[in-house]
């Protein structure tokens, strides 16, 4: 199996930085993606890794790292709308379908 | 267009019964997948259509569980004798063939509770 570990929660204040960690047990994947889930609300896209380094998108920033086993979502500059649960998930060649984690919500407060 | 929609939106039923879930794909997008969601687990793969190709039915978690894709465009997923097992969420996404790098749009959801 693949194994994708992300821890369950994490809470920080408006304005802070925080990292989500996601790490997995797998090899040979294509690419690494990063969804936001709202509460009830569908899964949205928010970055994809197929190389080794970072990946900034405005207050987000995606790591990946092959030969370490893990990546990490960067959220900058937290607004009070953040919160939310990161999902991150990985496919494989010649394999359309995604392999989740469980998710990391995350709770941002004033 | 609009994004991929999904009905109903919710769904309760009682054990036994069958459920047909709907979803509608981004227009002009081929590939088709249906997810699961079950409380503070992650989205569990079901099953995967892409254009006229046999489906992906690996992630299917018993024989109960079915799906079809009709002309190419809304799916349907259809479980048979409910269990309360299967209360989740289910999720259907669609994207753009032919690249191993497609961002999925995923639908609202329904939510099905079997009693």
């Known amino acids: 199996g693949q194994n994708i570990d992300q821890p369950t929660e994490m809470t920080a204040t408006e304005g802070a930085i925080v990292q989500i960690n996601c790490t997995y047990q797998?090899?040979?994947?294509?690419?690494l993606f990063w969804y936001q889930q709202h509460a009830g609300e569908a899964p949205t896209f928010l970055s994809y890794?197929?190389?080794?380094g970072l990946e900034e998108k405005g207050r987000f920033s995606s790591f990946l790292s092959r030969s370490k086993g893990y990546s990490y979502l960067l959220l900058k500059e937290l607004q009070m709308k953040d919160s939310a649960s990161y999902l991150c998930?990985?496919?494989?060649?010649?394999?359309?379908?995604?392999?989740f984690g469980a998710g990391t919500t995350v709770t941002v407060r004033a | 267009g609009a994004g991929v929609s999904q009905s109903p939106s919710n769904k309760v039923t009682e054990k036994g019964k069958d459920v047909e879930l709907r979803c509608d794909p981004i227009?002009?997008?081929?590939?088709l997948y249906w997810y699961r969601q079950s409380l503070g687990q992650g989205l569990e793969f079901l099953i995967y259509?892409?254009?006229?190709?046999?489906?992906?039915k690996s992630g299917l978690p018993s024989d109960r569980f079915s799906a079809e894709r009709t002309g190419g465009s809304v799916s349907t997923l259809t479980i048979q004798r409910t269990q309360q097992e299967d209360s989740a969420v289910y999720l259907c996404?669609?994207?753009?063939?032919?690249?191993?790098?497609?961002?999925?749009?995923f639908g609202p959801g329904t939510r099905l509770t079997v009693l």
């Open positions: 259509f892409q254009g006229n190709s046999a489906p992906d």
């Open positions: 890794n197929v190389l080794d």
């Open positions: 996404a669609s994207s753009l063939p032919g690249q191993e790098y497609n961002e999925q749009f």
């Open positions: 797998t090899s040979g994947f294509n690419g």
């Open positions: 227009s002009g997008h081929t590939a």
């Open positions: 998930a990985v496919n494989y060649p010649y394999d359309y379908k995604l392999s």
